[in-house]
């Protein structure tokens, strides 16, 4: 095993319960090897998930698919990443292009695409993508993650219809009494 495969599993190991040990490892792979993809997507993540620094976390993920637009690892990452930053047409542009790369776990990008649609209050297009993840699942242990998904975006439906149903007021119910 490569030193750098050594580092980088132990960072990955440590992430996301041990930061320290994650960011002395990513170090010592980095130095290795400042090229690697996944090393480049794990300091995205750390930068977007602990630090919410989205625009620095883009930047790494940028620098991963610079190296290898087919760094499978690093799409869902910074889908999410674009989705939490509001940068909702780029998202729009990387999912298209994503959906297209040979051996990317396509479910999981619809599912971005469904939490795309429900950032932008869009649900019914958010359901209709839950269904396309669905299609594409592979992994039983991802269909529990999708219907999480679904589920959420259903409630935030079922939300909406109640609060759009009118009020009776307290004459109607007067009138209704009588």
């Given at each position: 095993?490569?030193?750098?495969?050594?580092?980088?599993?132990?960072?990955?190991?440590?992430y996301?319960?041990?930061?320290?040990?994650?960011?002395?490892?990513?170090?010592?792979?980095?130095?290795?090897?400042?090229?690697n993809?996944?090393?480049?997507?794990?300091?995205?993540?750390?930068?977007?998930?602990?630090?919410?620094?989205?625009?620095?976390?883009?930047?790494?993920?940028?620098?991963?698919?610079?190296?290898?637009?087919?760094?499978?690892?690093?799409?869902p990452?910074?889908?999410?990443?674009?989705?939490?930053?509001?940068?909702?047409?780029?998202?729009?542009?990387?999912?298209?292009?994503?959906?297209?790369?040979?051996?990317?776990?396509?479910?999981?990008?619809?599912?971005?695409?469904?939490?795309?649609?429900?950032?932008?209050?869009?649900?019914?297009?958010?359901?209709?993508?839950?269904?396309?993840?669905?299609?594409?699942?592979?992994?039983?242990?991802?269909?529990?993650?999708?219907?999480?998904?679904?589920?959420?975006?259903?409630?935030?439906?079922?939300?909406?219809?109640?609060?759009?149903?009118?009020?009776?007021?307290?004459?109607?119910?007067?009138?209704?009494?009588?």
């Amino acid at each position: 095993m490569k030193t750098i495969d050594k580092y980088l599993f132990q960072a990955l190991d440590n992430y996301p319960y041990w930061l320290e040990g994650t960011i002395e490892s990513l170090d010592y792979a980095f130095s290795y090897n400042d090229t690697n993809t996944m090393v480049l997507c794990l300091y995205g993540r750390i930068q977007a998930e602990q630090l919410w620094n989205y625009e620095e976390a883009k930047s790494y993920f940028q620098q991963a698919l610079a190296i290898n637009i087919h760094a499978l690892e690093v799409y869902p990452y910074y889908l999410q990443t674009l989705i939490l930053n509001e940068d909702y047409e780029e998202t729009q542009k990387l999912i298209d292009f994503a959906l297209t790369i040979k051996g990317i776990n396509k479910s999981e990008i619809y599912v971005k695409k469904a939490i795309l649609f429900e950032a932008q209050h869009e649900f019914k297009k958010a359901l209709k993508e839950i269904k396309n993840a669905k299609l594409c699942a592979l992994q039983f242990a991802f269909d529990s993650d999708i219907t999480d998904v679904e589920k959420r975006i259903q409630s935030k439906i079922d939300l909406l219809k109640k609060k759009k149903k009118p009020k009776k007021s307290k004459k109607d119910s007067k009138k209704k009494s009588k």
